[in-house]
């Protein structure tokens, strides 16, 4: 896959975590990244390893970031709680990647 | 090579902490052939076309990367800072393990540089061969005859070198290259000493001295207090997860604000210092010129071929080749040795987000094809955006997340810079020319990239 078709699909997945009140925080988006290259094979161009708890990728972390740095994802911080409270959302102007990229993982076979 | 038995204590004056101290067994390393090769090798590589006061070296940056990471670790196992619930990952105080791995976290701060290629990050993709980084040069110089025979002529404790490795490199770096080593909590706090992103001594020491070489006072912050408040911290669980966290490097509340204040320095370094369009251009150049000069056209990764070769062998040729029109590389010498350097033709504008963010190398390549290859250049910032989600020990006791706590943080600007820079004489005419063209080049890299994701499918 190529950046942008990666992104839009991320982007399509913390939508879909955030719709179903998901928490959407990097572990969820790291294991559903995995579990969507494994078993639905999803051609990320992330390697993961076998990490402290379970599948990860650096180059994942490193993405998320990018997608922010490109106003793709947004990191929502609820001040309320006193756990790691940062979640990965769609920023609105993701619609622009989005009428180029499907997202829809299936797609993505 | 002297085999030190008696305990003696060193100091050196240092521009930025002032005195810096160490015993025999740093100093054996300091006085090895690959850490006094980095009295050759700048800091900032050619920054100092820019900024004329940066001329330092990572001989000094490594000395004060050894210091900090020496300060933070006797504040981190302090008795009186070591809690109940950390205290099974951090050794016994005073204790032989305590001592074993303060010495190898000195050593690890020492040679973390030592695989830099002249003038430092400037040119490392291109120029080393597939798989070779300046990370995996320093694993081979740790692990070479030269420091072999520093290692045993140490006295005890003696430092492994595989654990030197790993904290000179980090869990990432260690990934990333494949070594097969592993991380326990305690190591990785280790490493994150060194090469964090929040609290490590390579940053601290590179913003403070950095700023001071520059003349810029954008990266000073309150580094004494930062370092006074830092703890070992059971980590904050994600929100809506019972998840065990191992323990991580944190702050104590009182320390947030200088964190916060790193933060916003490296932010402001980023965009004045490290990513300046000029310091792009001659980025490009010296590559260019890296390129035509050297044998086959990359760096050798023979450990004795790196330790010969600093900054003063190639600073030596590119003068010659900008005198001698027939040289190797006589054009890149010329726009380094003369100020000629590539100027900006168009830079990232803020509606290039999204799905447009392939616009700035799209409108390169563009203007490569109608103004020559030869004359245009991308230049770019890393794309970087994760807000730093680190451990407070919060006043009433508990861990909290950094994000929870501070506005700044989460607020901590994530965009980048890119340029499309041209060759001067050309720089009205691009700029006139990319005006006229944005448009329909986004439209068309847009269209091509959407065409072969159908073609891959």
Request: aromatic share 8%; glycine share 6%.
């Amino acid at each position: 896959m190529n950046r942008l078709a990666q992104e839009a699909v991320l982007v399509g997945l913390a939508r879909r975590l955030h719709d179903r009140g998901s928490w959407g925080g990097e572990t969820h988006l790291q294991k559903a990244t995995y579990l969507m290259h494994e078993l639905l094979g999803v051609p990320f161009d992330f390697r993961f390893i076998l990490y402290k708890h379970g599948p990860f990728s650096f180059e994942l972390r490193d993405e998320l970031g990018s997608m922010r740095a490109d106003r793709l994802l947004d990191v929502l911080v609820e001040p309320s709680l006193r756990e790691r409270a940062k979640r990965w959302i769609p920023n609105t102007v993701r619609a622009s990647l989005i009428k180029h990229w499907p997202s829809r993982p299936e797609k993505r076979r | 090579m002297t085999c030190a038995v008696s305990k003696r204590h060193y100091e050196v004056r240092d521009a930025v902490h002032v005195f810096i101290h160490y015993g025999d067994a740093e100093r054996a390393v300091i006085d090895s052939r690959p850490f006094q090769r980095l009295r050759d090798v700048h800091q900032l590589a050619l920054s100092y076309l820019v900024y004329p006061g940066a001329s330092h070296k990572r001989f000094e940056h490594s000395l004060g990367v050894m210091e900090v990471a020496g300060r933070i670790f006797d504040v981190v196992t302090r008795p009186d800072k070591v809690n109940d619930d950390v205290r099974d990952v951090i050794p016994e105080f005073g204790g032989s393990e305590h001592q074993y791995w303060r010495r190898v976290l000195r050593m690890a701060a020492l040679c973390h540089d030592t695989g830099h290629l002249p003038f430092s990050h400037a040119a490392e993709e291109a120029l080393l061969p597939d798989g070779w980084d300046h990370e995996r040069l320093t694993r081979e110089i740790i692990h070479s005859p030269q420091m072999a025979a520093v290692w045993d002529d140490m006295p005890r404790p003696k430092p492994e070198p595989d654990d030197v490795v790993k904290l000179a490199l980090g869990p990432r770096k260690v990934e990333k290259l494949n070594l097969g080593l592993s991380f326990d909590a305690w190591q990785a706090i280790l490493a994150e000493i060194i090469v964090g992103d929040v609290f490590g001594a390579d940053r601290i020491d590179y913003l403070l001295r950095d700023s001071l070489h520059t003349g810029v006072a954008y990266g000073r912050f309150d580094s004494n207090r930062l370092i006074e408040t830092l703890r070992i911290i059971p980590g904050a669980p994600e929100g809506g997860e019972d998840t065990d966290v191992d323990p991580q490097l944190g702050c104590e509340r009182g320390g947030l604000e200088s964190a916060e204040a790193l933060m916003l320095a490296r932010y402001f370094m980023f965009a004045q210092v490290y990513y300046h369009s000029a310091r792009l251009a001659y980025n490009e150049h010296l590559k260019d010129f890296l390129a035509a000069w050297l044998p086959g056209g990359h760096f050798s990764t023979d450990i004795d071929g790196h330790l010969s070769r600093a900054d003063s062998e190639v600073l030596v040729a590119i003068r010659a080749a900008a005198d001698d029109p027939s040289a190797d590389g006589h054009d890149p010498a010329r726009r380094i040795a003369r100020r000629e350097h590539f100027r900006i033709g168009y830079s990232r504008r803020p509606d290039d987000v999204g799905a447009r963010t392939l616009a700035t190398e799209a409108i390169a390549r563009a203007a490569g094809a109608e103004f020559g290859a030869e004359n245009v250049r991308y230049g770019a910032s890393p794309r970087r955006g994760d807000p730093p989600d680190f451990p407070v020990l919060d006043r009433d006791g508990s861990s909290v997340s950094s994000l929870s706590l501070s506005e700044v943080l989460t607020k901590l600007p994530a965009s980048r810079d890119e340029y499309v820079l041209v060759e001067p004489s050309l720089r009205e005419r691009a700029k006139r020319w990319i005006a006229e063209h944005r448009e329909g080049i986004i439209d068309q890299a847009l269209a091509e990239q959407a065409r072969e994701e159908e073609v891959s499918k």
